[in-house]
C-alpha cells in the first residue's frame, strides 16, 4: 500500500464518473438530456412532460425534433380554432383576467365581471390614488356613410347633433319603430363618414343591416383593442405606456396636444369629448416590475386643455377600412383576424396609430389602438400602476358616481329587459333552493313581482302584457322641462331615470320598489327613522342599489313616473324582504 495519495491521479482516474455526477445534478433524464431544473424545482420524481417548465427556460429543440413539432401544432390549433367557433370568443387578455376574475359568458364573450376580492374597496382604493383599468374590446365600433347619411341619422340618434369632427358625443340609439337600443359614442370624420361605438350588449339584440339599410357602414368588430382608464393618475400613465413617435407623421394638433400632456402629465387633463389620434412608439416585449404610485400635488392647479376641430381621430380607422372591406367571407374567424392584424399593422412595426378621448359622460379616457400590440400596451399599463377590473367593478363606480350603466339601469331596451330577467331568474332560484319553512312569504308582505320588476305595467297599466317595454324620457329637452316643472301631463306615466340617496339610515337595494308619498304624508317627513307598513302606490324601481362610500349612506340608480317626480322629490323605498319604508331623495339624471 502506498504511503502517500496523489489527489490529482486519483480525480484523473475518476473524471468519467466526476463529470456523470455533476451532470446528474443539474439534468433530469427523465424529461430530457438537455434539459436543466432549477433548485428550487426539484422534486423526488420529475414530470415526464418535456413542457413542464417555461418556455424562456427551454432549451433549444435539436436537429431531429424540428419539423415534426410544428405540423403536429399547427394542425391542433386548427381543429381547437374550428371547435372554439360557436363557443363564447375570448378577448387576448383573457388568461391575465381568469387567473384575478371571475369569468362569465356574456353576450358571446368570455368576459371578467369582478375580481376576486371580497368587496370593491380595493377598487375604489385604486380610483383615488393610481387608476384602474378594464378591457372594453367587446365594443364594436362601425362606420356609416352614404346618401341621405344626416337625415336618417336625425330619426336614429337622440339628440341629434350637427357634425363636429375631433369630438366625441353621447347620444342614444333608437330602430326604427322608436326602441332604445342603448347609449352609443359617436364620432363624426366629416360631413359624410361617422362612426358609432356599440355596446356588445346592443349588438347582440340589433341587425345592423336592417337597421342602417340604404347605407353604407363597415363593422368593425373584433378589430381594435380597447382599454378603460379611470383615475388621477390616468394622463400619468397613458404618457408613459403611449409615448408620441417622431418617425409617424401626425397632426400638428394632436402631436402639440399629447406633447402639452407629456410634459405635465400631473396637472393636465382633457376636457370631456376630447378626441385625438397619433402615432405612438410601441412598447417593447421585456420583463416589467411594478411602479409605485408617485405622490401628487393636488394644491397646484389643473391645466385643463381644450378641444380642436383639427385633430385627426379618424387616422386610426383609415389603417384598416381597406382590410376590412378586402376580408373574403370564406375565411375562418380566426383567420380572418389573423390577416387583419399582419396587413393593418406588421409585428416589426415600431409605431401604430391610436385614438384616445375622455368620454363625455363617465370622463374617463378610452384608449384605441390596432389588436396587434395589445398584450404589450396592456404590460405597461398594469405594471406602471393601472389595476386591472371587471364589468362589475366599473359598474360600482358608475353608481358611485350617480351615472346609469348598460344594460342594467335601461329597462326600456331588450338587452335591459333581457339581463332584469336572468338576475331575477337567479335570485328566485336561490330561493327556491331554500326549505320551504324558510323561504320568504311574499304574499304575506305584499310583494306583487319580488324577482322580476313589471316595468310595463307602471307605463301601461296592469292589464298590459308582460313582455311590453315601458317609456322612458331620454330628451334633454323634456328632462329639463320636467326639472323646472313645465312639462306636460300627457308625460306622467313616462319613466325617468333618478338618481337616489337615503335621507338618513338604510341601503338600497336592486329591485326595490319605489313608492309616492300619500296626501297628507305620514309622519315625519324629514326621514328620522323608517315609516311602517302602509297602503303606498309604487311610483317606480330601483335598478342599482348600493352603499356609497363617498357619502356613507345607502344610493343608487332607478326609474320613477315623472307623474311621481313631479309630484314630490321625497319617495319611499322598500326592501322586498322587509315591512319598513324609507325616505329617500330623488335627483333627475340628465346626459
Not at 310595463?456 to 292589464?463: K, N, T, V, W, Y
Amino acid at each position: 500500500m502506498a504511503e502517500a495519495v496523489n489527489v490529482m491521479d486519483v480525480v484523473d482516474a475518476r473524471s468519467t464518473e466526476v463529470i456523470a455526477a455533476m451532470k446528474a445534478l443539474t439534468t433530469n433524464a427523465s424529461i430530457s438530456q438537455r434539459l436543466a431544473i432549477p433548485f428550487y424545482m426539484r422534486r423526488r420524481a420529475a414530470s415526464h412532460n418535456p413542457k413542464r417548465l417555461p418556455r424562456w427556460q427551454r432549451p433549444p429543440p435539436a436537429e431531429d425534433e424540428k419539423g415534426t413539432s410544428k405540423r403536429r401544432w399547427k394542425k391542433k390549433r386548427e381543429k381547437k380554432d374550428e371547435v372554439e367557433e360557436g363557443r363564447a370568443r375570448r378577448l387576448t387578455t383573457h388568461v391575465w383576467h381568469a387567473k384575478r376574475c371571475h369569468m362569465v359568458d356574456l353576450w358571446g364573450y368570455r368576459l371578467a365581471i369582478t375580481t376576486t376580492q371580497k368587496s370593491h374597496r380595493a377598487v375604489y382604493r385604486a380610483l383615488r390614488a393610481a387608476c384602474n383599468i378594464q378591457d372594453t374590446s367587446c365594443y364594436t365600433w362601425i362606420s356609416i356613410s352614404g346618401v341621405g347619411l344626416h337625415g336618417t341619422m336625425s330619426g336614429l340618434l337622440k339628440p341629434h347633433s350637427s357634425p363636429l369632427p375631433g369630438r366625441i358625443m353621447f347620444a342614444h340609439l333608437y330602430d326604427r319603430e322608436g326602441v332604445c337600443l342603448g347609449p352609443v359614442r359617436l364620432l363624426w370624420r366629416d360631413d359624410e363618414t361617422l362612426f358609432l361605438r356599440l355596446h356588445p350588449a346592443s349588438v347582440c339584440f340589433t341587425n345592423l343591416s336592417e337597421l342602417f339599410s340604404g347605407l353604407s357602414f363597415i363593422s368593425y368588430q373584433n378589430t381594435f383593442s380597447q382599454y378603460t382608464v379611470s383615475g388621477v393618475r390616468s394622463v400619468e400613465l397613458l404618457v408613459k405606456a403611449l409615448p408620441l413617435s417622431r418617425d409617424h407623421v401626425s397632426c400638428d394638433k394632436s402631436r402639440d396636444l399629447w406633447s402639452m400632456l407629456s410634459e405635465d402629465p400631473y396637472h393636465s387633463v382633457l376636457m370631456g369629448g376630447t378626441a385625438i389620434g397619433f402615432y405612438f412608439t410601441v412598447p417593447p416585449a421585456q420583463l416589467k416590475t411594478y411602479e409605485a404610485a408617485s405622490s401628487r400635488d393636488i394644491s397646484q392647479p389643473i391645466n385643463r386643455v381644450e378641444p380642436h376641430s383639427h385633430f385627426s381621430p379618424g387616422l386610426l380607422f383609415s389603417h384598416v377600412t381597406t382590410t376590412t372591406a378586402a376580408a373574403s367571407a370564406q375565411q375562418s374567424t380566426s383567420d380572418l383576424q389573423h390577416s387583419k392584424s399582419d396587413t393593418v399593422l406588421p409585428p416589426d412595426t415600431a409605431a401604430a396609430p391610436c385614438l384616445i378621448y375622455r368620454d363625455p359622460l363617465t370622463t374617463d379616457y378610452e384608449v384605441v389602438f390596432v389588436d396587434a400590440y395589445k398584450t404589450r400596451v396592456w404590460v405597461e399599463l398594469v405594471y406602471g400602476g393601472g389595476r386591472a377590473i371587471g364589468m362589475s367593478d366599473y359598474r360600482s363606480l358608475l353608481t358611485e358616481r350617480g351615472i346609469p350603466a348598460f344594460p342594467h339601469d335601461y329597462p326600456d331596451t331588450r338587452a335591459g329587459v333581457s339581463v332584469i330577467r336572468q338576475v331575477g331568474r337567479e335570485a328566485e332560484e336561490r330561493e327556491m333552493r331554500r326549505p320551504p319553512q324558510k323561504r320568504i312569504n311574499y304574499k304575506e308582505l305584499g310583494i306583487e313581482h319580488p324577482f322580476v320588476p313589471d316595468f310595463g305595467a307602471l307605463c301601461h297599466g296592469p292589464s298590459s302584457p308582460t313582455a311590453s317595454l315601458p317609456n322612458v324620457i331620454r330628451d334633454p329637452l323634456l328632462l329639463h322641462q320636467l326639472a323646472q316643472g313645465s312639462l306636460s301631463q300627457e308625460f306622467d306615466s313616462h319613466l325617468v331615470t333618478v338618481s337616489i340617496t337615503c335621507l338618513l339610515r338604510g341601503v338600497v337595494i336592486t329591485g326595490s320598489p319605489i313608492c309616492a308619498l300619500p296626501d297628507p304624508p305620514p309622519q315625519p317627513t324629514t326621514g328620522q327613522g323608517p315609516v311602517y307598513p302602509g297602503d303606498y302606490p309604487v311610483a317606480g324601481y330601483v335598478t342599482s342599489g348600493r352603499y356609497r362610500l363617498s357619502q356613507g349612506r345607502g344610493a343608487g340608480i332607478g326609474v320613477v313616473l315623472a307623474g311621481a317626480y313631479r309630484t314630490s322629490r321625497t319617495l319611499l323605498v322598500r326592501k322586498t324582504t322587509s315591512k319598513q319604508f324609507r325616505y329617500v331623495s330623488v335627483e333627475l339624471l340628465i346626459p
